[in-house]
């Protein structure tokens, strides 16, 4: 019965994120790409290395995983939504980069040999797995002895942020996977709660590092496009179709908490980077 549960979860996220390929992080407002840049800064790549971005989306890490590990690296990068495999597929082979190999995936148990991996990155992924605890014994595995990861996660928003979200929260089934919201209980909660999970998964070297992001949006209109243009696309889906123009005007309200000089909005997140190694041997 868990393991139909957890299948249908992962169904659902998939379906979700097929959904938004066309638009994920492509509406004009800088979000997946300057965190997941941060996360790959702090990976520290190397010419060279074979890396592994785990839901891997539309290539935000990808990317700058490729430059860094150069044409004698290679990086494969896996996503459990078709689509957006097949997307960045065409992102790839536009940008000429023979250095990658794209997979549909499930970032949970992918099936890849074991102590193949200098180094893995998984960007804003952990939190949606129906197990964080057993997908990082996984990753650990997919590691070489001395092997690093990275992982990206929400850490706190500011008051207004965490308002403009509440508009949602009556709508929200209990079971919805929320990104935005898991780290108000258990292990995403704080760094610590982060840092023994890869500590129980058996990594060592375990440091966190924060990155404050803040994003503009010039109206309410704006922020509904980015707001669809993503995993947050569940939220609004969750809503009746007759009260979502009530929950847009509850949203513009609410982001007035947020304005800032240039007359648009300003919003502020904090990101939790977290790296671990996987031991070496003795």
Same mark, same amino acid.
């Given at each position: 019965?868990?393991?139909?549960?957890?299948?249908?979860?992962?169904?659902?996220?998939?379906?979700?994120?097929?959904?938004?390929?066309?638009?994920?992080?492509?509406?004009?407002?800088?979000?997946?790409?300057?965190?997941?840049?941060?996360?790959?800064?702090?990976?520290?790549?190397?010419?060279?290395?074979?890396?592994?971005?785990?839901?891997?989306?539309?290539?935000?890490?990808?990317?700058?995983?490729?430059?860094?590990?150069?044409?004698?690296?290679?990086?494969?990068?896996?996503?459990?939504?078709?689509?957006?495999?097949?997307?960045?597929?065409?992102?790839?082979?536009?940008?000429?980069?023979?250095?990658?190999?794209?997979?549909?995936?499930?970032?949970?148990?992918?099936?890849?040999?074991?102590?193949?991996?200098?180094?893995?990155?998984?960007?804003?992924?952990?939190?949606?797995?129906?197990?964080?605890?057993?997908?990082?014994?996984?990753?650990?595995?997919?590691?070489?002895?001395?092997?690093?990861?990275?992982?990206?996660?929400?850490?706190?928003?500011?008051?207004?942020?965490?308002?403009?979200?509440?508009?949602?929260?009556?709508?929200?089934?209990?079971?919805?996977?929320?990104?935005?919201?898991?780290?108000?209980?258990?292990?995403?909660?704080?760094?610590?709660?982060?840092?023994?999970?890869?500590?129980?998964?058996?990594?060592?070297?375990?440091?966190?590092?924060?990155?404050?992001?803040?994003?503009?949006?010039?109206?309410?209109?704006?922020?509904?496009?980015?707001?669809?243009?993503?995993?947050?696309?569940?939220?609004?889906?969750?809503?009746?179709?007759?009260?979502?123009?009530?929950?847009?005007?509850?949203?513009?309200?609410?982001?007035?908490?947020?304005?800032?000089?240039? +007359? +648009?909005?300003?919003?502020?997140?904090?990101?939790?980077?977290?790296?671990?190694?996987?031991?070496?041997?003795?």
């Amino acid at each position: 019965m868990e393991d139909a549960t957890a299948a249908e979860k992962s169904a659902r996220v998939a379906g979700l994120f097929n959904r938004v390929a066309d638009t994920y992080d492509a509406v004009g407002v800088p979000w997946f790409t300057p965190i997941a840049a941060g996360l790959v800064a702090e990976a520290k790549p190397r010419l060279g290395e074979r890396a592994l971005d785990l839901g891997t989306g539309r290539g935000a890490a990808l990317w700058p995983l490729a430059e860094a590990v150069g044409p004698t690296g290679h990086v494969t990068a896996l996503d459990l939504a078709a689509q957006m495999v097949e997307a960045t597929r065409q992102d790839a082979e536009a940008r000429g980069l023979d250095s990658v190999t794209l997979l549909v995936a499930d970032a949970s148990d992918p099936d890849l040999p074991p102590a193949s991996y200098d180094l893995a990155v998984a960007s804003l992924v952990l939190f949606f797995l129906p197990d964080p605890a057993a997908a990082l014994r996984v990753w650990r595995d997919l590691l070489v002895p001395g092997g690093r990861l990275s992982i990206s996660t929400f850490g706190s928003r500011d008051p207004a942020w965490e308002g403009l979200d509440d508009v949602f929260t009556r709508y929200l089934p209990p079971d919805l996977l929320d990104a935005r919201t898991s780290g108000i209980r258990g292990p995403f909660e704080t760094d610590a709660g982060v840092e023994a999970l890869l500590a129980a998964a058996g990594f060592d070297r375990i440091r966190t590092v924060q990155f404050d992001l803040t994003v503009h949006f010039d109206d309410v209109d704006e922020w509904h496009r980015w707001s669809m243009s993503h995993g947050q696309r569940s939220h609004w889906l969750a809503v009746p179709t007759p009260d979502r123009a009530a929950v847009l005007a509850m949203a513009a309200e609410r982001l007035e908490a947020a304005r800032d000089p240039s +007359g +648009g909005f300003a919003l502020a997140q904090r990101v939790r980077f977290t790296m671990g190694r996987r031991p070496l041997p003795g």
